[in-house]
């Protein structure tokens, strides 16, 4: 296998194939994922089939906000694939890991109880006046959630991010409309969040990753309160 070396991603490395992250609890996996050793650190394959993010980075991010010492906002963090990866790359931030089923969240725990980063909430990322004032401003909040009203939720979040922060918005087209073609899905979507003043990074879709699936990155538009 090949030395790894830095991506364009900072805080990821590169086998000229996959991506990897910097394991921040060495000996653990995840979600079954290989672990490696290079330059005397064992590294995390990141699977862009397990992780719309990875997916993303594989297509081309149009920008990449994550830094160690970044504060990110997780909605949708599921049993924390892709969250255990950003908490790799923010070693030193911080992850607030919204979660709206019980049974998913408790395999969310093991995976927060390992890394001191990832911070998990049991609740409904349409209401984030319940976790607002426990986890404050952020630079980053990204969205993953199967439901209909997936950009209205997103806009109810995005007042939680910094001024110069930074979103991403993973559209599930068949949640949102399942008779609609998933561009159209996409295009409105963006469309949505140009009306509420946020500009749009860009819109990528996650095929063959993700079947039906598109990332759209958003930062407040220039003067926007």
Known sequence: MAELVASRYEGVLSDAR???TPNLVPGRDVYGEKLLMSQGREFRRWDPFRSKLAALMHKGCPAWPFKPDSTVLYLGAASGTTCSHISDICSRGRLCCVEI????FQK???VCSARPNMNP?????SRPETYRNLFGAVDVVYQDIA???QLPIFLKNLPLMKPDGTAFLMVKARSV???ASPRDVYTETAKGLGAAGYRVLGSVELNPFEKDHAAIMVRRASGQA
């Open 121 to 125: 909430f049991l609740g409904d990322a």
């Open 18 to 20: 996959d991506f990897f």
């Open 101 to 104: 089923s019980p049974r998913v």
């Open 108 to 110: 969310l725990l093991d």
């Open 147 to 149: 439901q209909r009203d």
């Open 177 to 179: 409309d399942v008779s």
